[in-house]
């Protein structure tokens, strides 16, 4: 049971290059997430997945784009990078309805110049 | 709408005090909350949680907290501090149907030998 996978961990991007951030978990969990984490702003949320098929804007969505490709994986695209998305990057999966526990993956540390 | 807000971004203890990480919410209803730890490097771990049960919890490493609704308060302590403890600490609220977290900007606890 791997739990919640990120790939990459690091990831250095020119202004303007586009990205993939990919995220999967392997305990059949419906809801799941991406934040990104900055010093001293905490986590905030990017967008959401209530279930296969849905997307939900978060706090922070501009500039990201979702996929939820399945139960599973749930992917995160920069168009067009900014410096001001340079962050760590955090993926979490949620069980069932009223569990509430949010499980989380590594993390990507994302730098754009 | 929750919020959260955490006293003190960064906290110092001598290995053996008491660690004391403070949380005050903001809730319109009943709010589920939670103390999630950050080691460096790593992603974020649920250390306890209140879902409207027992005021008092327990979680994981030792450490408890209480929540006390008329000082819309959810503090973390623990009684003896070790130096294994160092992490950055985030207090997290979300309300029953949302699963949505939403969290604090964190606090980092340092441990002096």
Redo the contacts between chains.
């Keep these: 049971n791997a739990g919640?996978t990120q790939t990459p961990k690091f990831q250095v991007l020119k202004t303007g290059q586009s990205m993939t951030l990919q995220c999967a978990q392997d305990m059949n969990h419906n809801?799941m997430?991406w934040y990104r984490q900055d010093p001293?702003?905490?986590?905030?949320?990017i967008y959401?997945s209530?279930s296969e098929g849905t997307t939900d804007k978060?706090e922070v969505p501009n500039g990201y784009n979702v996929s939820r490709l399945n139960k599973r994986e749930f992917s995160l695209r920069l168009e067009s990078a900014a410096p001001s998305q340079t962050s760590v990057y955090?993926c979490?999966s949620?069980g069932g309805?009223?569990s509430?526990?949010?499980y989380?993956?590594?993390?990507t540390r994302l730098t754009v110049t | 709408a929750q919020s959260v807000t955490q006293l003190g971004s960064h906290v110092s203890v001598s290995e053996g005090a008491l660690v004391l990480l403070r949380c005050n919410y903001s809730s319109s209803v009943p709010p589920y909350l939670f103390w999630y730890v950050q080691y460096p490097n790593q992603g974020l771990q649920l250390l306890l949680k209140y879902t409207s049960a027992a005021t008092l919890v327990k979680g994981i490493n030792g450490f408890e907290a209480e929540f006390k609704k008329s000082e819309t308060s959810f503090h973390l302590t623990k009684p003896s501090a070790h130096m294994s403890d160092a992490a950055e600490y985030f207090c997290a609220v979300s309300v029953k149907g949302a699963q949505k977290l939403v969290f604090g900007q964190g606090t980092r606890l340092t441990i002096n030998p």
């Design positions: 919640v809801s997430y001293g702003m905490g986590l905030r949320l959401y209530a978060g955090f979490a949620i309805w009223y509430y526990e949010q989380f993956g590594p993390g």
